[in-house]
């Protein structure tokens, strides 16, 4: 199976950029979306096949993928960014998701 | 604008089979252009695919638990299924049923607001 690994957790200061990797092997050939989880809430996708945004997602947000890295990347961020991020790729027909990275702004 | 809602009990005991309902509203489960999903998340931990189906009803499921698991779709009513037989407490979690516009590339963009499932005597 596809393993997807991801910090446990990210800190930045407001209004600095905070940078969430996913890390897999060859992950550059696959596509990697991003979801943003705060608590009590489900899911919400923030980056979709590794840079395009979602309609309403701020342009804060924004991705790359090379090589065995994925990462998400959050500038100016807020304390509104606080949550879990996660990513996720398909891997023969299946869904796979990273552990997730809880992210505080300090 | 596709909207998913989750029902079904919120308690089961070991050993029953959990059965919860997924209801579209926005778009006719049949139309081809999703991949129906359930995912789940145990508490306070990460997310964790469990199956989808596609409208022709094909299948897919984690392979762990992959014996378990029965997912199907109600035309009728719109809705798609999840069945996961022989609980234990370790199936204690939030369900969400979800979709995706594709399999095998495409992100999953739609879920519903998840639902607790816990299992106890």
């Known amino acids: 199976s596809y393993d997807l690994t991801q910090p446990l957790s990210v800190s930045v200061a407001l209004g600095q950029t905070a940078r969430i990797t996913c890390r897999g092997n060859?992950?550059?050939?696959?596509?990697v979306h991003w979801y943003r989880q705060k608590p009590g809430q489900a899911p919400v996708l923030v980056i979709y096949?590794?840079?395009n945004r979602p309609s309403g997602i701020p342009e804060q947000f924004s991705g790359s993928n090379s090589g065995n890295t994925a990462t998400l990347t959050i500038s100016t961020a807020q304390a509104g960014d606080e949550a879990n991020y996660y990513c996720?790729?398909?891997?023969?027909?299946?869904?796979?998701f990273g552990g997730g990275t809880k992210l505080t702004v300090l | 604008q596709v909207q998913l809602q989750e029902s079904g009990p919120g308690l089961v005991k070991p050993s029953q089979t959990l059965s919860l309902s997924c209801t579209v509203s926005?778009?006719?489960?049949?139309?081809?252009?999703?991949?129906w999903s359930w995912i789940r998340q145990h508490p306070g931990k990460g997310l964790e695919w469990i199956g989808y189906?596609?409208?022709?009803?094909?299948?897919y499921q984690n392979s762990s638990l992959q014996s378990r698991v029965t997912v199907s779709v109600d035309r009728s009513q719109n809705q798609f299924s999840l069945k996961l037989s022989s609980v234990t407490a370790a199936d204690t979690a939030i369900y969400y049923c979800?979709?995706?516009?594709?399999?095998?590339?495409?992100?999953?963009?739609?879920w519903g607001q998840g639902t607790l499932v816990t299992v106890s005597s």
């Open positions: 979800a979709s995706a516009n594709c399999g095998g590339d495409c992100p999953i963009n739609y």
């Open positions: 996720q790729v398909w891997d023969t027909g299946t869904v796979v």
């Open positions: 926005g778009d006719s489960i049949s139309s081809g252009a999703y991949y």
């Open positions: 096949r590794d840079y």
């Open positions: 189906i596609y409208y022709s009803g094909s299948t």
């Open positions: 060859n992950l550059g050939s696959k596509n």
